[in-house]
């Protein structure tokens, strides 16, 4: 099987699995105060260092979750209602956000929140006029570093300014970017920022919330009170120690990576672009806008349930990149905020590759796409 859907997960890495299996093997809740416990708890201190020390931030401000859903709802959800004590009472996020950022900002009507969706332009990134719907009056705006339909990459800079003059915190999705592109939290500027150990090379299961410690966030669960009391529940310790082992392995080297990653990409564009009625996204943009590993196109005639069908009988796994629901793509979102018609949203494809991808997974891909547009095309048309 050719697999390019690495963006929706990834193969465990080695790396990670070692340090996840040593941590499974070995008994003791981090909590508790004997032997087994102090040992746990330094396995899960020494992960919480590795990767602030890979993102950029304090070890007190890594807040280990359940992966990037948990830690996006933690921080929409958790800043919103700890500045609506400050009378705070709108939530802004841009047109493109993952639905684990999108669906938390709109469950917050039903609290008394009103949303500012951000427009995006035809490349799916934030249009510059879209920061004047942030006011004093929003609680949060979240905005994406990378978006895992496209690959674009946000302007976060003029987002951080905007917000922080009104005194706004920033909360950045980064589950894709991480580990695929340079990710700082300090110099990046914003107050949250979400990971998922699934998407870099971790087991699912996993994830984490850079939170400033000065950054109001009200806790989701309520317990035992770990990870300083805004996220209870006993400690993941194998998966966090999994999370550090994959993003130590992503981050070394993620220049040279992204460089053999972008040559795999563009060999996928190539072959789509060979074919008529497929306009891809975001070529136009520089590398620097772009996340190396993700090839997404908009096709004319097409619907992606049917095209990812015919790839996948040729034994190719790809994806349309917008969500599914039973079973069904819903037109995408994404497309749909760049500008497309329902029609051609729902004909999307989006190939994407990660750190054991090869050419020859490339070659298998080109080798089968004209056949598989073909075959989706009379589909569309019967
Ligand atoms: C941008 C983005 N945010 C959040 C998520 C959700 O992460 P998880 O699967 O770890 O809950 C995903 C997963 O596809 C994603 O791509």
Same mark, same amino acid.
């Given at each position: 099987m050719t697999y390019l859907d690495h963006a929706a997960t990834t193969t465990v890495r080695p790396e990670a699995r070692t340090a996840y299996l040593e941590a499974l093997g070995r008994t003791g809740n981090p909590a508790a105060v004997h032997a087994a416990g102090r040992e746990a708890r330094r396995l899960l201190e020494e992960a919480r260092e590795t990767v602030a020390g890979l993102i950029g931030c304090d070890p007190a401000e890594v807040?280990? !979750?359940?992966?990037? !859903?948990? &830690?996006?709802? /933690?921080?929409?959800?958790?800043? &919103?209602? *700890?500045?609506?004590? *400050?009378?705070?009472?709108?939530? #802004?996020?841009?047109?493109?956000?993952?639905?684990?950022?999108?669906?938390? *900002?709109?469950?917050l009507a039903a609290e008394g929140f009103g949303i500012d969706v951000l427009?995006? =332009?035809?490349?799916?990134?934030?249009?510059? &006029?879209?920061? =004047? #719907?942030? !006011?004093r009056d929003t609680a949060v705006v979240s905005v994406m570093w990378a978006n895992n339909e496209t690959g674009v990459v946000q302007p976060l800079?003029?987002?951080?300014?905007? *917000?922080?003059? /009104?005194?706004?915190?920033?909360? !950045?999705? #980064?589950?894709?970017? @991480?580990?695929?592109v340079p990710v700082d939290f300090r110099a990046v500027g914003v107050d /949250?920022?979400?990971?998922?150990?699934?998407?870099?090379? &971790?087991?699912?299961?996993?994830? #984490? +919330?850079? @939170?400033?410690?000065?950054?109001?966030?009200?806790? +989701?669960?309520?317990g035992g009170g770990q990870e300083r009391g805004v996220r209870s529940g006993t400690a993941n310790v194998p998966g966090a120690a999994a999370l550090a082992a994959a993003l130590a392995a992503a981050v070394d080297g993620v220049a040279v990576e992204a460089e053999r990653q972008r040559a795999l990409r563009d060999g996928i564009l190539a072959s789509l672009e060979s074919l008529d009625g497929v306009h891809p996204t975001g070529t136009s943009l520089p590398p620097d806008q772009r996340h190396p590993g993700i090839a997404h196109a908009v096709l004319d005639g097409v619907d992606a349930d049917s095209l990812l069908f015919a790839l996948d009988r040729a034994g190719i796994a790809a994806s349309a990149g917008s969500a599914c629901r039973a079973g069904v793509h819903?037109?995408?979102?994404?497309? +749909?905020?760049?500008?497309?018609?329902?029609?051609h949203a729902r004909g999307t494809l989006?190939?994407?590759?990660?750190?054991?991808?090869t050419a020859a997974d490339v070659a298998a891909f080109a080798a089968a796409v004209g056949d598989a547009v073909g075959r989706a095309r009379r589909a569309h048309r019967a």
């Open positions: 807040v280990f !979750t359940s992966g990037g !859903t948990e &830690a996006d709802n /933690l921080a929409v959800i958790g800043t &919103a209602r *700890a500045r609506r004590r *400050a009378g705070a009472r709108r939530v #802004a996020v841009s047109a493109v956000e993952h639905h684990a950022v999108l669906d938390p *900002a709109h469950a427009p995006v =332009d035809g490349d799916g990134r934030l249009a510059p &006029a879209a920061l =004047d #719907a942030l !006011t800079g003029p987002v951080v300014e905007r *917000a922080h003059a /009104l005194g706004v915190p920033v909360h !950045t999705d #980064a589950v894709q970017a @991480a580990g695929h /949250l920022l979400s990971l998922s150990g699934h998407k870099v090379g &971790a087991p699912v299961g996993i994830g #984490a +919330l850079i @939170a400033r410690r000065d950054s109001p966030l009200e806790p +989701l669960s309520h819903e037109p995408s979102h994404v497309a +749909l905020a760049m500008g497309w018609d329902p029609e989006r190939c994407s590759v990660g750190w054991d991808t």
